[in-house]
């Protein structure tokens, strides 16, 4: 029998939005107020959201359990096997030792606290996000600074805070993509939109961090160098969406800032070098400059990361991969059992994509450069179990919200929330980001928030004469602050940080900026819709299409030949520089 979603089911939208916002508000105030351990908030709010959905929308028990366990299935793969990967690729790096010279060469580069954090959780968060999004870049970067030394709450609120600005552009464009897609507003459109919107963001985000570290007094010690990072971030990432598309802005912008900030730090240097306090003074002392062979070495895991991640992004390769490498099925008993308000059924259909994943595009990292590193396959194995053992509590927090967040979206909850907002006539262009803000907190992905809401806001803005242009980048826009409260990005920075059990801490670290974030994103937005209406580029309105790959199977296998050529010369390379580096020793 096909169960038809229920927007209003109190018969009065306000008090429906009301109930519908418990389970929500309990994650606010179960992590707030009560400091609950993630997985345990997460798991009550999950069973609060099925109490609400049967009880109050009148799903069918069979419908609510079988939406739940799709959402576990989902937080299961790809989202857990990417931080599993992620963190296994850190864990080799630093079990090996390599990750003493790469903490040694950073600080070649700048023993300043402040400007290592702009470096890793800043620029190279943003190249991650750009390459693979979902955990990956928190993940990495968080476990990053924890190893040189970061206090792990400050290391992984700072990466959370940082990953908001390439958020928009992650995944190689998907959430712009997505959002296209289903609001039927151009693709290049919407990437010049928000590419006229972030940058702001991205200017002032190394400052507001830096702030965060040591206060506003210190951060004028380094100005400008937060500036060469922030100025070169938000020019290269507004040019590359607003001439070249959503794909690169991240990825161009990410490279180009640390570049940026590397030559500059060749000839300029702050007065003074600001540390933790809890830093001995030979922490960051070298003996010597190291040979280009060990630095390589050192640098391998990420060297071949990067490669891979970016090959795993060209659409021949993935697809040439899928082709054998995807079990692909209809989620029993719930597949189009479940009909929308539009009078379509949803279709739930399971992606088992083992290849083609970003997740074992990193194992398939960290499996290769176990030679070059110094470790044996049976070494990295330990390492690979002992990173799943160190992750379990985060997995079943992940697992859990996504879970909760396939729940909401199945039943209608989040639907009745925007329709809620909706309702706020010509003050909608300012709530409009909060929709996308309060999308990502429940999925934990602004790719997810677009396709739930960029319909509702481009119809909600035509109907209140605001260009809907305005409203769905306002989506886009705001689902990127909504990233750093996420519990399932708190769980996964937490797992990284080495703060499992302390997701509560973690996340009243973040929310304070979320909120303040958001309100300057809502303010901007709402004066683009009636006053900055120069900023919104022209162009025109087309039916939803589907995007069909026109490139030849074939040449997705010439791709990954190349690639296994490039990847086998680059280890080659490497083992040999290695070895020369030990006989010059």
């Known amino acids: 029998m096909i169960w038809p979603q229920i927007v209003d089911p109190l018969h009065n939208i306000l008090l429906s939005a009301l109930i519908a916002s418990v389970p929500i508000l309990f994650i606010f105030w179960g992590l707030v107020v009560k400091k609950m351990k993630g997985y345990k908030a997460s798991l009550i709010a999950t069973g609060l959201a099925i109490i609400i959905a049967i009880g109050i929308y009148r799903m069918p028990l069979k419908l609510a359990f079988l939406s739940t366990a799709n959402g ?61 999004g979902f955990g990956a870049p928190v993940a990495i970067t968080a476990a990053m600074l924890v190893g040189l030394g970061f206090n792990p709450l400050y290391a992984a609120g700072f990466c959370l805070i940082a ?21 039927s507003i151009p693709e290049m459109a919407l990437s010049q939109m928000v590419g006229r919107t972030l940058p702001l963001l991205s200017l002032v985000l190394p400052f507001y961090l830096v702030i965060m570290m040591c206060g506003f007094k210190k951060s004028k010690e380094v100005l400008p160098a937060i500036f060469v990072s922030g100025f070169s971030f938000a020019i290269i990432q507004w040019a590359c969406s607003n001439f070249l598309g959503p794909a690169l802005p991240d990825i161009l912008a990410g490279i180009g800032s640390i570049m940026c900030l590397f030559i500059f730090l060749r000839f300029w240097k702050p007065k003074r070098v600001w540390q933790f306090e809890t830093d001995s003074e030979t922490m960051f002392l070298l003996t010597g400059e190291y040979a280009l062979g060990k630095i390589l070495k050192a640098f391998s895991p990420f060297i071949l990361l990067t490669i891979m991640i970016i090959a795993w992004g060209i659409q021949p390769i993935k697809e ?23 009078g379509k059924l949803i279709p739930h ?8 994943a970003a997740g074992t595009a990193i194992f398939i990292s960290a499996i290769l450069v176990l030679p070059v590193i110094g470790l044996s396959f049976y070494r990295g194995m330990k390492i690979f179990l002992l990173t799943f053992k160190q992750l379990r509590f985060p997995i079943i927090t992940v697992a859990s919200v996504l879970g909760f967040a396939y729940l909401l979206n199945d039943s209608g909850i989040t639907l009745t929330l925007a329709a809620a907002l909706a309702s706020t006539g010509v003050f909608f262009p300012f709530f409009a980001p909060i929709l996308g803000w309060l999308g990502v907190f429940i999925t934990g992905s602004d790719t997810s928030s677009n396709a739930l809401f960029s319909k509702v806001q481009a119809v909600t ?25 996420s519990p399932s990005s708190i769980a996964v920075a937490a797992a990284a940080g080495n703060l499992i059990g302390r997701e509560s801490d973690l996340f009243r670290f973040t929310l304070k900026h979320s909120f303040k974030l958001l309100g300057v994103i809502c303010s901007f937005v709402l004066a683009q819709a009636y006053i900055l209406k120069w ?36 280890l080659v390379y490497l083992i040999w520089i290695s070895d020369k580096s030990k006989a010059g020793n």
Not at 97 to 116: C, M, N, W, Y
Request: glycine fraction near 10%.
């Open 349 to 356: 259909i399971f992606k088992f994509n083992f290849l083609s």
């Open 535 to 570: 900023m919104l580029p022209g162009y025109q309105l087309h039916g939803t299409e589907t995007i069909n790959a026109s490139e030849n199977s074939l040449s997705g296998y010439w791709y990954i030949l190349v690639l296994g050529f490039i990847v086998a010369a680059i």
């Open 163 to 183: 990953n908001t600005a390439p958020v928009a552009f992650g995944s190689i464009g998907i959430p712009i993509t997505v959002a296209s897609q289903i609001s």
């Open 461 to 485: 803005a035509i109907s209140i004469g605001v260009d809907p242009l305005v409203t769905v980048a306002g989506n886009v826009s705001g689902g990127v602050i909504g990233k750093m409260i």
């Open 72 to 132: 576990v299935l989902y937080g299961l793969f790809p989202i857990c096997w990417i931080v599993i990967a992620a963190l296994f690729l850190f864990n080799i790096t630093k079990e090996s030792g390599q990750f003493e010279v790469i903490k040694h060469f950073i600080a070649s580069i700048t023993p300043d606290r402040r400007l290592q954090a702009l470096l890793i959780a800043f620029s190279f968060g943003s190249f991650l996000e750009g390459t693979a």
């Open 320 to 342: 040439t991969l899928n082709s054998f490498g995807q079990i692909e099925f209809n989620f029993p008993g719930i597949h189009n059992m479940i009909k929308n308000t539009e």
